[in-house]
Antibody, heavy 113, light 112 residues
Framework: EVQLVESGGGLVQPGGSLRLSCAAS????????MKWVRQAPGKGLEWLSY????????YYADSVKGRFTISRDNAKNSLYLQMNSLRAEDTAVYYC??????WGQGTLVTVSS | DVVMTQSPLSLPVTLGQPASISCRSS???????????LNWFQQRPGQSPRRLIY???NRDAGVPDRFSGSGSGTEFTLKISRVEAEDVGVYYC?????????FGQGTKLEIK
């Protein structure tokens, strides 16, 4: 069974940093590209970042380019999102996703003073 | 970026009646590989999104056959043949043809 479990969310002050993790299991992680998606409270869904299976290809949405960094550790079956210079508008539930079929349960990031 | 526009944004439906959601993209979603990467998602309250339909008209495993997708190019439709109580939630179309992938605004389906 495919499982994606996000962690690392929490309360952080504006300008602060946070690192999200996504632990993958139930499939051959090295074979799949992975993505991060977020959803602000009461709002719609927004694709944030894409990383290919080899990490050779990476994309970011303009809203996070230069502030967020996606990475993966295929040996640990893990996906990461380093988030710097956080803003109030980054407050959201952050999901990791494989393809667009499998999603984690999400981790809440709240940016507030 | 490709803009995805859904209508209606609110959809009250009587149990057992059909429902239809329209999704329009600002440019063609036909990929250079010939596929059209238009997906439909359901998000029930408090849950993660669940993919229902991929590449316009293919139902994912476990999705009831009352859900169907159709369309081409820039115009797409999700239909529910007979709405059930468990269908309440927000429905999103999403294009995966061009990065950044983009979602529609969402259509909130409720029981009348």
């Amino acid at each position: 069974e495919v499982q994606l479990v996000e962690s690392g969310g929490g309360l952080v002050q504006p300008g602060g940093s946070l690192r999200l993790s996504c632990a993958a299991s139930g499939f051959t992680f090295t074979n799949y590209s992975m993505k991060w998606v977020r959803q602000a409270p009461g709002k719609g869904l927004e694709w944030l970042s894409y990383i290919s299976s080899s990490s050779r290809t990476i994309y970011y949405a303009d809203s996070v380019k230069g502030r967020f960094t996606i990475s993966r550790d295929n040996a640990k079956n893990s996906l990461y999102l380093q988030m710097n210079s956080l803003r109030a508008e980054d407050t959201a539930v952050y999901y990791c996703a494989r393809d667009s079929l499998y999603w984690g349960q999400g981790t809440l990031v709240t940016v507030s003073s | 970026d490709v803009v995805m526009t859904q209508s209606p944004l609110s959809l009250p439906v009587t149990l057992g009646q059909p429902a239809s959601i329209s999704c329009r993209s600002s440019q063609s979603l036909v990929h250079s590989d010939g596929n059209t990467y238009l997906n439909w998602f359901q998000q029930r309250p408090g849950q993660s999104p669940r993919r229902l339909i991929y590449k316009v008209s293919n139902r994912d495993a476990g999705v009831p056959d009352r859900f169907s997708g159709s369309g081409s190019g820039t115009e797409f439709t999700l239909k529910i043949s007979r709405v059930e109580a468990e269908d309440v939630g927000v429905y999103y179309c999403m294009q995966g043809t061009l990065w950044p992938y983009t979602f529609g605004q969402g259509t909130k389906l409720e029981i009348k």
